[in-house]
């Protein structure tokens, strides 16, 4: 899976801004392509269209919200808490798949911290894992999100956490970055994040999710971790 960049050059004048919409598109080998105009042809396929205007007011809207605490106020604050020890079977399958971590921690421009955060969160390192929404493998891949970054078998440890990875990066890109955000939408989905103006949605199970992730995100980096999830 590849993710390729089409947004065309937009002139700006010294007064009036001009906007680009964002459309991004899915292709049937799983790259994913962001750009400003839309895309002919049946080879693409519309996942999501994100309007300027919105785009900037929801921009302009959580900036505001982060540096008021309005946002902390209506949504709650979840903090992170010290994670506990991983036991010694748990330490041996994390072992067993750190090679894979590293490499698409590399392919993807992530923290291996941060992987092994979602990992252990997920699925406590268990390959054969399915949760009783469907979710499979390392990473929990819903079918229709294996088939969207071509994983053909989520129990295979290797495509799950590229898989994994990738809809990671694209969260990440989605959400400017912030983490919280990004880790939000992998529990339920990058839409219901936006539905709730760019922040954590309301949800006990995405806060209790988001909490542990950075409870293990900070145990895999202790030394410069100070996050609080919002």
Known sequence: MKTALLFAAVAVTPVTAVYA???????????????DTPLKGNRYKLEWHREARKLVRENQQSY???????????????????????????????????????????????SPALLHAVIRAESAYKHTAVSHAGAQGLMQLMPATARRYGVGDSFD????????????????????QDVKLAVAGYNAGEGAVLKYGRSIPPYSETQNYVRKVLKYYGAERPSSFIMTAR
């Open 64 to 110: 505001i919200a982060d540096k008021t605490g309005r946002r902390i106020a209506a949504r709650g604050r979840v903090r992170s808490s010290k994670a506990e020890p991983v036991s010694k079977s748990m330490a041996k399958r994390r072992a067993s798949v750190e090679h894979l971590v590293r490499a698409n921690a590399r392919r993807y421009g992530l």
């Open 21 to 35: 919409d964002v459309f991004k598109y899915v292709d049937g080998s799983g790259n994913v392509y962001f750009t």
């Open 157 to 176: 440890p290797a495509q799950n956490i590229r898989g994994g990875a990738a809809y990671l990066r694209d969260l990440l890109d989605m959400f400017d």
